[in-house]
């Protein structure tokens, strides 16, 4: 099946507010505890590419007491409800939310410890944006974990799967649906081992990656940079 990313900004109000809004617990406490087999002891400073209203930030701000967490995302709407969120749980001396669109967002720091993605993939028309922020502001020990949609196989395979799913939140216009099993997902977890110079020929970082195990529901891959 052909690969047709969504729009890149989710920045129309009633958009941001019915992302915001909807119950992503199941799947984001799932991205969190699948982090936490990978690297069960993360410190220092994260950064979530494509936070949006910053759900998983802050589920990972409550996980990793020891981590703080810089969020970026380049739709001001959704960014504004993640405001409000770290400030409702106090999280403000742990969690910023930086307005920035990748490529070339300035964010508060050169270089991360963890870098954390969540379903940024299928938004970004040149999917190696995401690699070649996460080769500028990653270093060698980095911990990276992205997950995202797995692409069906056919229009009809992807038909049936969003079949009688019903929307979860809703405002106007814009319904959020919420995808669980058995509509897969992947994951690519890795450590940074080399961090090609920035003319490099090669535009991904390179990877470390370590096994992952076959029992899961999601497509799974597990490294170090």
Not at 160 to 180: D, E, F, H, Q, T
Request: charged share 20%; hydrophobic share 45%.
């Amino acid at each position: 099946m052909e690969r047709i990313p969504e729009s890149e900004l989710m920045d129309e109000a009633a958009q941001a507010l019915a992302y915001a809004r909807a119950d992503f617990a199941e799947p984001h406490d799932r991205f969190v505890e699948l982090f936490r087999q990978r690297f069960p002891a993360p410190s220092g400073c994260v950064l979530d590419l494509g936070c949006g209203p910053g759900d998983i930030t802050l589920r990972f701000a409550h996980a990793f007491p020891d981590c703080t967490l810089h969020g970026v995302d380049g739709a001001a709407a959704m960014l504004r409800h993640g405001a409000a969120a770290v400030r409702a749980v106090a999280l403000d001396d742990r969690v910023r939310l930086v307005h920035g669109y990748l490529p070339g967002a300035e964010l508060p720091q050169s270089h991360y410890d963890t870098i954390i993605s969540n379903s940024l993939l299928h938004h970004l028309a040149d999917p190696m944006v995401l690699w070649q922020t996460v080769r500028r502001h990653g270093r060698p020990g980095t911990a990276v974990f992205v997950m995202d949609l797995m692409r069906p196989p056919s229009r009809a395979a992807a038909s049936r799967a969003m079949a009688g799913i019903r929307p979860l939140a809703s405002n106007l216009s814009w319904s959020i649906k919420v995808i669980r099993p058995p509509c897969r997902g992947a994951a690519c977890c890795a450590r940074l081992s080399t961090v090609p110079d920035v003319g490099a020929a090669c535009c991904a970082p390179t990877f470390k990656f370590l096994p992952a195990p076959h029992d899961r529901a999601d497509s799974l891959c597990t490294a170090r940079w």
